[in-house]
């Protein structure tokens, strides 16, 4: 008889529960995480992305409404830092508040480097809240092409 109830696509209250905290357990192992804070339990963790080519790392962050200045930039120990603080907006006077998500405070990503790279060449640009970062593999780990010779 169960075969024929429509299925609603709800989980049961458990499975919802279940399903929150295995999400949350993942955000925090790959360092996407909210710690709690004094600005409503969350503090400001800038999302990234993290890209490969054969001959460079392509790193993008979302730092909106931040200035250059807010952020530092560093390769330290073979990995990239990017920290900084995101300042909290204090024009509230007058104001009645029904839903409060921006989160604010002070961050850090470190980003592990899966190979040197040359760190004269780095470049950052910062263009309409996203920070581009474009760190060229060392030549020692680029990829050789061999020649096969036929005998």
Same mark, same amino acid.
């Given at each position: 008889?169960?075969?024929?109830?429509?299925?609603?696509?709800?989980?049961?209250?458990?499975?919802?529960?279940?399903?929150?905290?295995?999400?949350?357990?993942?955000?925090?192992?790959?360092?996407?995480?909210?710690?709690?804070?004094?600005?409503?339990?969350?503090?400001?963790?800038?999302?990234?992305?993290?890209?490969?080519?054969?001959?460079?790392?392509?790193?993008?962050?979302? $730092?909106?409404?931040? =200035?250059?200045?807010?952020? @530092?930039? %560093?390769?330290?120990? *073979?990995? +990239?830092? !990017? /920290?900084?603080? &995101?300042?909290?907006?204090?024009?509230?006077?007058?104001?009645?508040?029904?839903?409060?998500?921006?989160?604010?405070?002070?961050?850090?990503?470190?980003?592990?480097? $899966?190979?040197?790279? =040359?760190?004269?060449?780095? @470049?950052? %640009?910062?263009?309409? *809240?996203? +920070?581009? !970062? /474009?760190?060229? &593999?060392?030549?020692?780990?680029?990829?050789?092409?061999?020649?096969?010779?036929?005998?």
């Amino acid at each position: 008889m169960r075969a024929l109830v429509p299925w609603t696509g709800m989980l049961p209250r458990s499975f919802t529960r279940f399903e929150d905290e295995f999400e949350n357990m993942v955000a925090r192992f790959f360092g996407n995480r909210e710690e709690p804070s004094g600005n409503g339990g969350h503090c400001f963790a800038p999302k990234v992305n993290v890209a490969e080519t054969e001959n460079h790392y392509e790193i993008t962050v979302d $730092l909106p409404g931040m =200035k250059p200045e807010d952020f @530092n930039v %560093e390769v330290r120990d *073979g990995n +990239l830092w !990017i /920290s900084g603080e &995101k300042k909290e907006e204090h024009e509230q006077q007058g104001k009645t508040f029904h839903r409060v998500e921006r989160h604010y405070g002070e961050f850090r990503r470190v980003i592990p480097l $899966l190979s040197a790279v =040359k760190e004269g060449e780095i @470049n950052a %640009e910062y263009h309409n *809240g996203v +920070l581009s !970062i /474009s760190l060229p &593999k060392a030549d020692e780990v680029k990829p050789k092409k061999i020649e096969v010779k036929t005998t």
